[in-house]
């Protein structure tokens, strides 16, 4: 069945994404040496790394009551984003520990980033066709000098230097943290994508909700408007096994889907500790990280067999 969009509630879901889905707002600090050929070849190596592009706070991670501001804010992740996985300017991200990562190969003419993750048998190849994914940018002193660079976009000048980084090394790349155990799986359908394109296919899938900026949190139930919560599985089983977006209302501020065939209305919005929260999109575990679905890009959701 075809999606009847209404613009006006549009705007206020994606000025909500506007903030959950965004760039380092704050340099995120590294320790170690790292290594980066640049657009030329030219092997440098950087200390006092600072990331300043490419990378979001993992703010649903973050610890409100934690005695550290880190720890608070919580971790970050290099926001990349797969080939293929949406036709929104902003889509479904791949979201992988920045810690995790060993290093980070652009491919100029492909327009792809190659992600090495510590742990996984084969990279993860990200598009640079969406400007702003899959870059980097690093601060840092090279022999005492401050430098600034960038991966993903690389300059077409005919003369002086490419402004591009060719690749990245970090040093001391830890393991990926745990996944789930006996998680249910998921199948998410984008909307706008062909049928008979393959879906995504995630496990723990929960729905992400944004209190303020930086500050977000995960539920594994939604809000009906008439009835009692469904679940998505967690601490309770999955309440149905197929979920379909067929439009949103803007006046009654909810999102209209079919539950296993039958017509029902979300609430996409809700409290927390008593505080008003947004309903942004969907979460769920990959191999290398976490995918994010934002609201609008959500076609269905299917329960694993």
């Known amino acids: 069945m075809a999606r009847n969009r209404i613009r006006s509630f549009a705007i206020v879901v994606f000025a909500g994404l506007a903030v959950a889905i965004t ?19 030219k092997e440098i190596k950087l200390t006092g790394v600072k990331f300043t592009l490419g990378v979001r706070r993992l703010a649903w991670l973050g610890e409100v009551a934690a005695p550290a501001d880190e720890e608070k804010k919580g971790p970050w992740g290099f926001e990349i984003r797969e080939p293929d996985s949406t036709t929104f ?3 479904v991200v791949t979201l992988i520990p920045l810690p995790s990562i060993e290093g980070v190969q652009y491919d100029y003419s492909k327009l792809t ?6 742990g996984l048998k084969e990279p993860v190849v990200g598009s640079t066709k969406y400007k702003g994914f899959c870059f980097l940018g690093l601060e840092g002193d090279v022999g005492g000098v401050k430098a600034k660079l960038t ?6 000048a005919k ?50 909700y944004q209190l ?11 809000s009906l408007r008439k009835g009692d919560p469904i679940s998505l599985g967690g601490a309770k089983p999955a309440s149905f096994k197929k979920l379909e977006v067929l439009a949103v209302d803007p006046n009654k501020k909810s999102l209209v889907v079919e539950l ?9 919005t809700g409290e927390h500790d008593k505080k008003p929260a947004t309903l942004l999109g969907f979460l769920g575990e990959v191999e290398s990280g976490w995918k994010l679905f934002p609201l609008h890009t959500v076609a269905s959701l299917e329960l694993g067999k």
């Open 23 to 41: 760039h380092a707002a704050e340099p995120a600090p590294m320790g170690e040496v790292i290594t980066v050929v640049d657009g030329e070849g």
């Open 89 to 91: 300017q902003k889509g």
């Open 151 to 156: 991966g993903g976009e690389f300059s077409k």
């Open 113 to 118: 980033a190659a992600i090495t993750v510590k």
């Open 260 to 268: 296993d065939g039958e017509r029902t209305a979300i609430v996409p």
């Open 212 to 222: 303020a900026p930086g500050v977000e949190f995960l539920v594994d139930v939604l």
């Open 159 to 208: 003369t002086g230097p490419r402004t591009g980084f060719k690749s990245v090394a970090f040093p001391g790349a830890k393991p990926l943290p745990p996944r789930s155990d006996n998680a249910a799986t998921w199948t998410v359908r984008v909307e706008g994508l062909p049928a008979t394109d393959p879906p995504h296919t995630v496990r723990n899938l929960k729905a992400i």
